[in-house]
């Protein structure tokens, strides 16, 4: 009888255990690398690295590091052109909201404006 308990016990344990879902841990942390490229005194390499950071954090989903990385970009043209590739990045995987925020980030007007349509009329 006891030995039963046990073994019942156990079982329920186990099917206890097996069916929990772990949790999606979401996007993974990018922040170290936009933290690095920060450290570049060189402004050109600097702004490199923090488009290539900021390319990489879009593409895995990485929202906050992206919307800290750009605004960190000095070359005007150049920032434009991350925040757009990262708001389509971003918008592509879902995050609508998020690619909006980066979208708003485009100092161009009608460029901001253009891609905010898409990612309006892609989200509807």
Do not use: H, T, Y
Request: hydrophobic share 45%; net charge negative.
């Amino acid at each position: 009888m006891r030995s039963e308990l046990k073994f019942a016990v156990f079982v329920v344990v186990l099917f206890l255990c097996g069916g929990c879902e772990q949790k999606d841990p979401g996007p993974p942390n990018m922040m170290p690398q936009i933290l690095g490229a920060l450290q570049i005194r060189d402004a050109r390499e600097r702004d490199a690295a923090l488009a290539a950071a900021c390319r990489e954090s879009a593409d895995q989903g990485s929202a906050p590091a992206v919307l800290m990385g750009i605004q960190r970009i000095e070359d005007v043209d150049l920032r434009d052109e991350v925040a757009a590739d990262c708001a389509i990045s971003l918008g592509d995987s879902g995050q609508i909201e998020a690619a909006v925020e980066v979208a708003k980030l485009i100092s161009s007007e009608s460029k901001r404006d253009e891609l905010l349509a898409k990612l309006m009329a892609g989200s509807g």
